[in-house]
Each structure stands twice: as C-alpha cells, then as structure tokens.
C-alpha cells in the first residue's frame, strides 16, 4: 500500500495548482479514492472524492474551484485548484478506502499519503 503526493507549494491567492497522488496498484484500484486537507489547529476535513466508476463529490467550499481526476496510464489521483484562497492553506493527502460508501468522512479510509503542504499568502 504506497500513496505518494506531489505537487504543494506557496502560491499567491487567486492563483493555481495541481496536485498529484502516485498510487501502488493495489490502492489505486480502492473503491474510493480521495483528497483531505488539515490546517494547524484544525480537524482534517474532506475536500474531494471520486468513486471507481468516476462519480465525484466535493466539500461545499471547494465546488467550482477545485476538480479530482485520476490517471489512468500511471495509476495517479490527481487535485486541480484554482483561485486558491488564504483558507485553503493546509497540509493536502490523498487517500484510499476500500468499502463501499464514497464520503468525504476520514476516519472511513484505509490508507494515507504523508501529504504535501499548500500555502496561499
């Protein structure tokens, strides 16, 4: 089980960046695989999911601003962001779950990247 993000950085609000999860086969295939986000002192919170057949589902805040995808040919997740705000500063991780049920709920997946941080100021 590897999940491997890539892609953080310190961008200037309004501004862009994509996010990219390297799953190992087995994870990739998970039922649901998604993106989370904690900011200091704050609770890791689901920002965007996508289910094997390609539904999705997105934290409210988010929706418009942000798109999951995934990769097919090299078995990535991957999180496009656009106009970024301050609020979206946070440490990102992908990860997977294997049961049924896509939600945007943490504590329902299996396995975890060790994240990559983004920083909008």
């Known amino acids: 089980v590897q999940l491997v993000e890539s892609g953080g950085g310190l961008v200037q609000p309004g501004g862009s960046l994509r996010l990219s999860c390297l799953a190992s086969?087995?994870?990739?295939?998970?039922?649901?695989l998604g993106w989370f986000r904690e900011a200091p002192g704050k609770s890791r919170e689901g920002v965007a999911a996508?289910?094997?057949?390609?539904?999705?589902t997105y934290l409210s805040s988010v929706k418009g601003r942000f798109t999951i995808s995934k990769g097919n040919a090299e078995n990535s997740l991957f999180l496009q962001m656009s106009n970024l705000k301050p609020e979206d500063t946070a440490m990102y991780y992908c990860?997977?779950?294997?049961?049924?049920?896509?939600?945007?709920?943490?504590?329902?997946?299996?396995?975890w990247g060790q994240g990559t941080q983004v920083t909008v100021s």
């Open positions: 996508i289910v094997r057949d390609g539904t999705t």
């Open positions: 086969a087995r994870t990739y295939s998970s039922y649901c």
């Open positions: 990860a997977g779950r294997s049961g049924s049920m896509c939600l945007l709920d943490p504590s329902r997946y299996d396995y």
